[in-house]
């Protein structure tokens, strides 16, 4: 069983049972250019991700 990635309306699976910062590197995005919320929760980047778990990676928007 995999991790599913939601992105904007892309859902991308991968492998868990690893640090959400290692997944986002195999992605190639930056963990400072998106906020991850698991079961309505924001995880920080060091947190394990397992297999069977869904997180959503919200993109961050900054101007002024």
Sequence with gaps: M???IK???K???VRG???LYRIMQDLQLSPQ????????EL????ER???GE???LIAVVSGG
């Design 7 to 9: 992105i904007r309306d």
């Design 49 to 51: 991700i397992l297999e």
């Design 33 to 40: 250019a998106f906020l991850a919320v698991r079961n309505g």
């Design 2 to 4: 995999a991790v599913t």
């Design 54 to 56: 869904v997180v959503e």
């Design 11 to 13: 859902e991308i699976s």
């Design 43 to 46: 995880l920080t980047a060091d």
């Design 17 to 19: 049972n690893r640090p």
